[in-house]
């Protein structure tokens, strides 16, 4: 079994009571003993971090501290001419070992932001794929990483209050296409509307039924997985797929 957790914040006045909100948030994870924990996408006042490391230190030590792997979030950041938005992602030792690049820029992103090549998957308490918000939105995002070896998909996003309903229905469809849990980790402002969702999927009677956790406000939510009772169910939805010309 492993606890994953999200947090979901709220608007601040600086960079530094974001982080000290979003510390807070990842204690009350550590806690109640979570193994992964993951950030919304963009919670800041200035989303443009040029050192991760410096940046996040406060959350390497918590990450260390309760030997929980924490996903910062995401944020512009520096590439060469351009700017990727990133994951940065820190183990249960506090170390930053590696980002995911959002792979399909949002439509007023384009024109700055590169887009990832990759979709990676992290080894911590278990494998695990991040899908950064308008990535969702894409089902090669999510099967890739599903082909790679991820058991579960943590998602940092920023979804304004219209689009909740659509991302909540990608969530759910890309849980029930991979046969496995998604987290999803979202912001809550005026313009941003909240409701993080934690997705885990039950059988009954052969047919797969996704079941959801939302969260309101401020606040953490984590669930216990067994994420090897997946494995088969996958495994067969992978058998059929795509034997068509």
């Given at each position: 079994?492993?606890?994953?957790?999200?947090?979901?914040?709220?608007?601040?006045?600086?960079?530094?009571?974001?982080i000290?909100?979003?510390?807070?948030?990842?204690?009350?994870?550590?806690?109640?003993?979570?193994?992964?924990?993951?950030?919304?996408?963009?919670?800041?006042t200035?989303?443009?971090?040029?050192?991760?490391?410096?940046?996040?230190?406060?959350?390497?030590?918590?990450?260390?501290?309760?030997?929980?792997?924490?996903?910062?979030?995401?944020?512009?950041t520096?590439?060469?001419?351009?700017q990727?938005?990133?994951a940065?992602?820190?183990?249960?030792?506090?170390?930053?070992?590696?980002?995911?690049?959002k792979?399909?820029?949002?439509?007023?992103?384009?024109d700055?932001?590169?887009?990832?090549?990759?979709?990676?998957?992290?080894?911590?308490?278990?494998?695990f794929?991040?899908?950064?918000?308008?990535?969702?939105?894409?089902?090669?995002?999510?099967?890739?990483?599903?082909?790679k070896?991820a058991?579960?998909?943590?998602?940092?996003?920023?979804?304004?209050?219209?689009?909740?309903?659509p991302?909540?229905?990608?969530?759910?469809?890309?849980?029930?296409?991979?046969?496995?849990?998604?987290?999803?980790?979202?912001?809550?402002?005026p313009?941003?509307?909240?409701?993080?969702?934690?997705?885990?999927?039950?059988?009954?009677?052969?047919v797969?039924?996704?079941?959801?956790?939302?969260?309101?406000?401020?606040?953490?939510?984590?669930?216990?997985?067994?994420?090897?009772?997946?494995?088969?169910?996958?495994?067969?939805?992978?058998?059929?797929?795509?034997?068509?010309?």
């Amino acid at each position: 079994m492993v606890k994953l957790g999200i947090a979901q914040t709220v608007a601040t006045s600086t960079n530094e009571e974001g982080i000290k909100q979003a510390s807070h948030l990842l204690e009350r994870l550590g806690k109640n003993e979570a193994d992964i924990a993951c950030l919304p996408e963009q919670y800041l006042t200035n989303n443009k971090i040029d050192n991760f490391e410096a940046t996040f230190a406060p959350f390497a030590k918590i990450a260390k501290q309760y030997s929980m792997s924490v996903i910062a979030g995401a944020f512009y950041t520096k590439s060469g001419t351009k700017q990727t938005i990133s994951a940065p992602v820190i183990d249960s030792m506090g170390q930053f070992i590696g980002v995911q690049d959002k792979i399909h820029p949002f439509d007023y992103e384009q024109d700055s932001i590169k887009p990832g090549v990759e979709a990676k998957v992290f080894s911590t308490k278990c494998k695990f794929g991040v899908v950064i918000c308008y990535d969702m939105v894409f089902s090669d995002v999510a099967e890739t990483l599903a082909k790679k070896g991820a058991d579960v998909l943590f998602s940092p996003a920023r979804i304004v209050r219209r689009g909740i309903y659509p991302w909540h229905l990608y969530c759910q469809t890309r849980s029930l296409e991979n046969r496995m849990p998604i987290l999803a980790a979202n912001t809550q402002t005026p313009k941003f509307g909240g409701k993080s969702i934690i997705v885990d999927l039950e059988e009954n009677d052969g047919v797969m039924i996704p079941r959801t956790k939302i969260t309101v406000g401020q606040g953490i939510r984590l669930e216990s997985f067994d994420l090897g009772k997946y494995e088969k169910s996958r495994k067969i939805r992978y058998s059929d797929h795509r034997k068509f010309s």
